[in-house]
């Protein structure tokens, strides 16, 4: 955990001092991360959120209110007559009194509160989680409704909110347009088998002909890349952060349906160094911002999910990443697990990572008009990959880029095991949960 | 156009004078927008991009060349022997020479070439569009793969990334964690029937039993509200900003079946005002950023898209909202087509722009338990809708939101007539090009 003091200068970054001046002045609601960083002096506030625990003395009632705004809960300190049957771990309450500084060594203010409301309660005995117990990650993992309520969860959610707004200033940062690539394709870039197929339900009324709703088969887009490249036909950089599919008949811990992917592609460049140096960039960039703006919830998976894992990922960013050819790094990642290396192979990357695999991968693009001509004729696909060839006959540039899977990424940082557990609500075969 | 001066403070916000610096002593690379906002000292640069136009005159070679990076060209002077016969509208050139202030008033700089290399030529016969002429919109639409290379299609993919950004970061300052909601879902939210399905290809040689991937039926998302109100079960703001579908058959301008919705869920809210009031602000903080960011793109559209836009705009950032019932909106928008209006029901509010119909919906939720359980089970939907009336059994909070058409907002703001215009690679009735 992180002192009061350094907790409020990271909030007032986002909560300017006037601005929650504004909000004291009008008696107005705070947020319990705005609280948190207030400077208290007695004002009135409403604070709304969930209690996290409820200790009743003879003298004070005792709370803990969370409203996901941060990892760290708002105490508040009340008279016991204010605790209504109600009131227990679950329930949602809106609080009114004033906002003072605390005597904890813990916490910088409390709210001593002068009226609770309960605004839903929560039936005890059917909520799946328990006060002041941890539970196991398969064990919350059964409630895709509910774990948001929980701490790690909660913290994951924030970080993963965090880790998107870093990436997506990456590639701001360095003067790449964002593009949203297709998520109905007609292509199959990997050339892979696993596809989902996309179709209006069939209707047995209707008369034959031709069925599918866009006239050609449609698939789930598995990759970018080609639209990315089209786009790399006049813009020097470009990229996409968007759902991909893989219709893998596969429940392990490695495996999603459905998934997220941060793809680049650059312009103009001949060297695979080049799309080496912008991926590690990207790593080191963001995961730098992530970890500053989302400290504590970073430290609670590095503390009691990963311990451990923190050493790792200091390592990962301190050093420049290793780079070797598919025979070294075998050897290597068989000796020491928590070696972080490229492999390149003429001219494609991958960046392995022990126990999360295959993170990014990259490669300069085939730019020469005869060689794909003659790939794509002796697969008979002339036809189909017309427009592809003519990306070539219209001013075509050596060109490359990359994909990192963002769950795996995550994965990476925060030392969490299973793929699962890093997406709000996870697909796979045999589960589309909610 | 903006003068030189005020491109330069813009350009210099997003790469400091050190960094031009840095590149200029490497006499590097540097893109189009970087030379255009640098101070000319007859430095040694190397510039690559694409060729807009050539004008060849006894004396001296002008080209202008573009990279994606900003609507205006950096112009070339060079001897005419450089010239060559692959020189030409479209082609990829690789440029060295000095950057020197230039004489011409309408720009800062130009490069003074020593080396002109062309690294893709252009079939200038095959190519769809050509020097100086305006393509009408019905023409360029049908080359998917070549019109970035438009200056018109160019400025709207620079304006929707930025678009992109700015909604992010309104949702960021603004205290909400993005989530990303699923793309395959197993709910069907707005109980419409225009839904995709999604499923592997039917494989014929395997035995019959379930055939569902995911064991039941999964659909392609039409909103991700049912899953942020999920996760506002324990966030006092979310939001979602991401691609949802409808099987419409229309190849209608205001229809795909592919569109980016941005979609925010806020807790503890009773008030249907408090959604307005959020909606409101996204609209005209987002517009303001993206003005002040793409000054020069959003202009080619006020100009030559569509003139007489930019009033209606300033109109709509300036005044504040007007709220009406339905049949007053009704009459007011018969009336006057410029007049933006919510209209708000019992609980529920649609935002309504002419020309563009419904930018926004927006409705408080039902929290009441006994409510929706007894819809729930009419519709005998008790058991697949379970989940949904957990959440208000464990600390439910009145809670709202909205759902911003991210295509329309895009028409809102540029007035762009047809919806396929403003995205990437639209996907509609009968098409799924590339």
Partial sequence: MLGAGASLSRLLRRYPPQFLQKRLLRG???????????????????????V????????????????????????VVADPKLESRDLCFGSSVDVQGKLVKSHHRKQNVEL?????????????IAFPFKLKE????????????LRCKT???????????????????????????????????????????ELFQVETPSKPSEPGGNSHF????????????????????AFSRVFTFGPTFRAENSQSRRHLAEFYMVEAEISFTESIQD?????????????????????EDVELFHKYVAPGHKDKLDHMLKNKFVIMSYSEAIEVLKKAPEVFSFKPEVAAVDLL????????????????????????DRLGLLDTYQWYLELRQFGTVPHGGFGMGFERYLQCILGVDNIKDVIPFPRFSHSCLL
């Avoid at 107005?28 to 969930?50: H, K, N, Y």
């Avoid at 625990?53 to 941060?70: P, Y």
């Avoid at 965090?162 to 292509?187: C, K, L, M, R």
């Avoid at 866009?214 to 036909?233: I, K």
Wanted: glycine letters at 8%; hydrophobic letters at 40%.
């Fill in 28 to 50: 107005g609601r705070l947020r319990v991360r705005e609280a948190l960083s207030a400077q208290p002096q007695g004002c009135d506030v409403r604070v709304q959120g969930w």
């Fill in 52 to 75: 996290r625990s409820v200790r009743s003395q003879k003298e004070v009632l005792f709370l803990d209110i969370n409203d996901g705004t941060s990892l760290q809960n708002l105490q």
């Fill in 112 to 124: 001593q509160a002068e009226d609770i409301r309960v605004v839903g309660s929560c039936d005890s």
């Fill in 134 to 145: 941890r539970h196991a990650a398969d064990y919350v993992r059964q409630f895709p409704h």
């Fill in 151 to 193: 701490n790690r969860f909660s913290s994951l959610l924030r970080i993963r909110s965090e880790a998107t707004a870093a990436i997506h200033s990456y590639f701001q940062d360095n003067g790449y347009v964002h593009i949203h690539t297709p998520v109905i394709s007609s292509n199959d870039c990997e050339g892979a088998g």
């Fill in 214 to 233: 866009f006239d050609v088969p449609a698939f789930l887009t598995v990759s970018g890349q080609l639209h990315l490249e089209v786009v790399a036909g």
């Fill in 275 to 295: 799309i080496m140096q912008e991926m590690e960039n990207l790593f080191k960039v963001a995961t730098a911002a992530i970890l500053s703006r989302c400290h």
């Fill in 353 to 376: 990572v022990p126990e999360v695999g295959e993170l990014y991968g990259g490669s300069l693009r085939e730019e020469r008009l005869h060689i794909l001509q003659s790939r794509l």
